[in-house]
């Protein structure tokens, strides 16, 4: 089963920023057999904002069985369970920021 971490990064702070999570991110999904996916090329800009960026997700399907999307702010802890393990695929799985940050 063909599996995908993605992220998205886009202009310098992005590039930034990604120098710290990129590599953890990378790691995990190494630790999770999936290939690590990084969207560098905007093709929705023309909307205004980076997040319809994340549209680029549906043709990955034509690839990949199995994705996950991170937002390039995220940092993976070392120890993180492998989601495509922990939730069937017949699964949507979600999680909100808000329910961390409190």
């Known amino acids: 089963m063909k599996r995908a971490i993605v992220t998205i990064v886009v202009g310098d702070y992005a590039k930034r920023m990604a120098d710290s999570t990129g590599p953890l991110m990378e790691s995990y999904a190494s630790r999770c057999e999936a ?24 043709e990955m399907y034509e690839k990949y069985e199995r994705i996950l ?10 120890d993180s369970p492998d989601v495509f393990r922990e939730f069937p695929a017949t699964h949507f799985c979600a999680s909100s920021e808000e329910h961390w940050s409190k």
């Open 69 to 78: 999307y991170l937002d390039n702010d995220v940092l993976v802890s070392p």
């Open 35 to 58: 290939d690590f996916v990084v969207i560098m090329e905007p093709r929705f800009s023309s909307l205004g904002q980076l997040y319809y960026e994340k549209f680029q997700l549906h």
